[in-house]
């Protein structure tokens, strides 16, 4: 296959901001083909529906979040972002560059046709096009161009926008180009549309933590090590692996008292709906449990204030059947 893979899919929360980034929740995934009623079975849910019961219950547990942010996959369900318009949840989803969209015959189809509509001729004539500047982790930075585009019922003014956004507007090469489906307002005045496009860019470049997050999970900590196990036992071996990751945190920042946090204004100003934003930014406010004597504050990662709750998701359930031998 060309990869590391296992039979058993997770579907997966996880904050981030330009910092650090920790897992919230997972849940497993079944395939309808496992289940006595396939799609029609009580217990089936498709991996956009397990998404959005992931999105209540960061909610539920007060976790502060400025969007919800995903890849193509979810963009692109409608169900997906109905669920989160209709739960007034803040989100910033990719789309296919080609996919479809119905629209008067002369008007663009796919979001790389509402991009090359956007008027660009040149840097010095841009047309709908904003400059903005993208700031890495690493401290190096880079120029981007964005912009609101109109595809079938997206539109800047509309419930939904498209931002298209690329390091180069002539071109739209495919590895730096982003179209992007969200519900967040765009400003009235120009100075703040641009700052808007920079914000919903900067948001949906914190997804790549979800891509370096999986990557430490399974090549270091173990995420797919449960062999031949329950489906509790699993969900058990999970929620100790994110201990595990909270845990890390706690040790590199620790190493690393010093290290200024990136500018990010309105994250706690701006906080979803129904989650109190607190001491920093995702933290619960709460005193640390299992780390005893570790102050909680701006130089400790968010998982510390969480770990109580994660351990408790492996000792609510009853034990597992204990085998008669080990291999």
């Not at 120009?190 to 860019?201: P, S, T, W, Y």
Request: include cysteine.
């Amino acid at each position: 296959m060309g990869k590391i893979d296992n039979g058993i899919v997770a579907v997966t929360s996880l904050w981030a901001d330009e910092r650090v980034y920790w897992p919230v929740h997972a849940m497993p995934y079944t395939p309808a083909s496992r289940l006595p009623g396939g799609e029609r079975d009580p217990g089936f849910r498709t991996k956009p529906q397990l998404a959005v019961e992931l999105v209540q219950a960061a909610r539920e547990a007060g976790i502060g979040f400025r969007a919800v942010v995903a890849d193509c996959f979810y963009g692109d369900n409608p169900g997906f972002t109905d669920a989160l318009l209709a739960a007034k949840v803040p989100f910033v989803l990719a789309l296919k560059p080609r996919k479809g969209t119905w629209a008067p015959a002369d008007q663009a189809h796919t979001p790389v046709e509402a991009a090359r509509d956007l008027g660009w001729r040149s840097p010095n004539r841009p047309g709908r096009w904003r400059r903005i500047q993208r700031r890495f982790r690493d401290g190096h930075s880079e120029s981007w161009w964005a912009a609101d585009a109109e595809l079938g019922g997206f539109g800047p003014d509309r419930r939904l926008r498209l931002v298209v956004a690329t390091t180069d507007p002539a071109s739209l090469p495919g590895h730096s180009s982003w179209y992007l489906l969200t519900n967040l307002p765009r400003p009235a005045g120009r100075r703040a549309q641009q700052a808007n496009l920079a914000e919903v860019v900067r948001l949906y470049g914190l997804r790549n933590w979800v891509e370096q997050g999986y990557k430490q999970v399974k090549g270091e900590l173990g995420w797919a090590d449960f062999q031949v196990r329950s489906d509790r036992a699993i969900r058990r071996h999970w929620a100790l692996v994110c201990c595990a990751f909270s845990f890390c945190w706690q040790t590199w920042l620790a190493d690393h008292p010093g290290r200024p946090e990136p500018p990010d204004p309105q994250a706690a100003s701006t906080a979803t709906q129904g989650a109190q934003p607190t001491g920093h930014r995702g933290g619960t406010g709460r005193a640390s449990v299992v780390a005893d004597g570790v102050a909680s504050g701006a130089g400790l990662a968010d998982p510390m204030d969480r770990v109580a709750a994660l351990l408790a998701v492996v000792v609510a359930s009853a034990p597992t059947a204990a085998a008669p031998s080990a291999a």
